[in-house]
């Protein structure tokens, strides 16, 4: 089945400091790859879809500045947060689209990460 | 804008009871409807993938119902387990773009 990797699976950063948070579809290619942020004991909230290829569409109010999202193959799209603060800690999802089957059998997810700023 | 909303938001059963998770969206107009199931601080585990042209879909002691003209579906849980307890998901999207998700059950099996 669709397997999408994510890494890492969690990680504390320095207030001010950037990281970067990698989604891989393993076994399918990937036009589209979405990212999603979640708060505790709240549903998955999108942030932004990312094209392959092309520049990414951010969902309102979210900063694209701040969020940079990079989508260079087929099989894998970046998410990163840039000069991170305490605000921005958060559980973070992706999830990929079959390209070949164009979403009919649904979409595949990540197994999160959960970043922390101190 | 598409709203969906999961009722109830949290729910606790004893073990072996069947239980039935409802998630009703305002936009028919759907492309699928899928549902998802997570474990505290993990990614989502697709349960169950209804096409909008299906009516229901059945996996071991899971069956989803989805009746698009009034915009609702159902998750139904046979004979529960203390394993199953997690928050369950439900999802739709318009077109084979972003999914749309509901706010959530959290289910909890007592033993």
């Known amino acids: 089945g669709a397997v999408v990797s994510q890494h890492p699976s969690w990680v504390i950063c320095k207030s001010g400091t950037s990281v970067k948070i990698e989604c891989r579809s393993l076994?399918?290619?990937?036009?589209?790859m979405f990212w999603y942020r979640q708060f505790p004991k709240q549903s998955l909230m999108l942030m932004a879809t990312?094209?392959?290829?092309?520049?990414?569409?951010?969902e309102q109010g979210v900063e694209k500045d701040k969020f940079l999202i990079n989508h260079a193959s087929l099989t894998l799209s970046t998410l990163t947060v840039t000069s991170a603060h305490p605000e921005d800690s958060s559980f973070y999802i992706c999830?990929?689209?079959?390209?070949?089957?164009?979403?009919?059998?649904?979409?595949?997810f990540g197994s999160g990460t959960r970043l922390t700023v101190v | 804008k598409q709203e969906v909303t999961q009722i109830p938001a949290a729910l606790s059963v004893p073990e072996g009871e069947n239980l039935v998770l409802n998630c009703s969206f305002t936009?028919?107009?759907?492309?699928?409807l899928q549902w998802f199931r997570q474990d505290p601080g993990k990614g989502l585990t697709s349960l169950l993938l209804?096409?909008?042209?299906?009516r229901e879909q059945t996996s071991g002691r899971l069956n989803a119902s989805l009746d698009k003209s009034s915009g609702r579906s159902t998750l139904y849980i046979a004979a529960s387990q203390p394993g199953d307890s997690a928050t369950y998901l439900c999802?739709?999207?318009?077109?084979?773009?972003?999914?749309?998700f509901g706010t959530g059950t959290r289910l909890q099996v007592t033993l």
């Open positions: 999830s990929a689209m079959d390209s070949g089957t164009g979403g009919s059998y649904g979409y595949t």
């Open positions: 209804i096409q909008s042209s299906q």
């Open positions: 990312s094209n392959e290829g092309s520049k990414a569409t951010y």
């Open positions: 999802a739709v999207t318009r077109t084979a773009s972003k999914l749309t």
């Open positions: 936009d028919s107009a759907i492309y699928n």
């Open positions: 076994d399918f290619q990937a036009t589209t």
